[in-house]
């Protein structure tokens, strides 16, 4: 549900556009702020329920949520929908951290899978179920600019109810300050793996950060749709398949994942880029699809050749970088497509997304290499 409100205000965002004169920049900061929200919380304030205790943190987690989502009830510039981005980026970052964590510990006495499927599916089925609620209420329902936000204000309300009554799972303990201290690692023998998968992170995240900042204005402008929910079918038509392209590489090494990955996910981009030339909603849809996919094979592989030959402990903070790094490049990317979007339309902005895609497929297809000793 705190991805589901973070995804929320996505399908409303050419209405405030049209309504209250947001510009293209406008929208291109909210994703920024959104990762740098999330980058902030994940590196300093990641650990924090190993010493606060899961629930402290969770009902932290859902008062940033709802206090994001009051502000959205009243949109009227580009202000308060930054400031609530921001607010949702930090829940959404501590949740991927202290809320997963919590359901770790609760999975005792249940199938194995079971928690690692809730944590690994969760953030893409959130976004996708809160844009799609999103996108049908306001399309079907009365009071489309603040409906979709008083759905989510009540169903949050459920949440903390539900925490409330369960049960704590760790034992509060001294050095909460240590622990916002971010933890970096890169092992040694992974070193010469880490820029491509680096650049494999940059391209595929900066993908996603385009279609939060400029999907439904591609919907009007490019693809010559105003229907709310069709913007959110056009949003998740990217998140949703990504959760397929890990298991595809399963029997791939990694370079093979990250280079098949990364051709497909080049030519599904060039895919979309057609779509927007041409008005297709249907090719847009199709290539989307193939990209979010492609997006999941890529970056299983660049994971796994990150994770390949490290112990335990050194696994954190690998994770800490992966993090850091593919949140990073959102944001970059997002900031710069905002810059570019004051002298080119929308169709020229995405082109810089296919370019920067185009360039990390040859380098990867060039510099890909497998752990030295590990057939991943």
């Keep these: 549900m705190v991805f589901a409100a973070s995804a929320a205000p996505i399908p409303l965002y050419d209405i405030y556009r049209q309504e209250e004169g947001l510009t293209y920049n406008d929208l291109a900061l909210t994703a920024v702020v959104y990762f740098i929200g999330a980058i902030t919380a994940l ?15 969770a009902f932290l987690i859902f008062a940033l949520t709802f206090v994001a989502t009051l502000i959205l009830l009243d949109i009227d510039s580009a202000l308060p929908l930054i400031i609530a981005r921001l607010l949702l980026g930090f829940a959404c970052g501590l949740a991927s951290s202290a809320i997963t964590s919590y359901i770790a510990d609760s999975g005792h006495g249940l199938p ?42 009540v169903i949050l309300t459920l949440c903390t109810l539900l925490i409330m009554m369960s049960n704590e799972s760790v034992q509060k303990s001294k050095g909460l300050i240590k622990s916002f201290k971010p933890k970096f690692s890169l ?7 880490y820029p491509i998968a680096a650049s494999t992170f940059v391209a595929t995240w900066a993908m996603g950060a385009f279609y939060q900042a400029f999907g439904p204005s591609i919907a009007v402008d490019q693809l010559e749709t105003h229907s709310t929910l069709m913007v959110a079918i056009l949003f998740s038509s990217y998140l949703l398949p990504s959760a397929i392209g890990g298991p595809l590489t399963a029997k791939l090494t990694s370079a093979n994942a990250q280079r098949i990955g990364m051709v497909i996910f080049t030519f599904a981009v060039f895919g979309i880029l057609a779509s927007l030339k041409l008005s297709m909603i249907s090719l847009f849809i199709l290539s989307s699809a193939i990209a979010g996919a492609s997006q ?23 994770l800490s970088l992966i993090y850091a790094t593919s949140y990073t490049g959102a944001a970059v990317s997002s900031f710069i497509a905002g810059q570019l979007s004051h002298y080119m339309n929308l169709f020229h902005v995405s082109i810089f997304y296919g370019v920067l895609a185009f360039i990390v497929c040859i380098t990867t297809l060039i510099f890909a290499k497998n752990p030295k000793h590990t057939n991943l």
């Design 43 to 57: 590196l300093i304030f990641g650990r924090i329920s190993n010493h606060l205790g899961r629930k402290p943190v």
């Design 296 to 318: 999941g094979a890529v970056l299983t592989g660049s994971i796994r050749s990150l994770l390949a030959d490290i112990n335990i402990k050194q696994r954190a903070g690998v």
């Design 187 to 193: 092992p040694q023998a992974d070193k010469r793996l």
């Design 112 to 153: 194995s899978w079971l928690p690692a499927t809730i944590i690994s599916n969760s953030p893409m089925v959130g976004l996708t179920l809160g844009a799609l609620m999103s996108g049908s209420l306001v399309e079907f329902a009365p009071y489309s600019r603040t409906l979709c936000y008083i759905v989510i204000l």
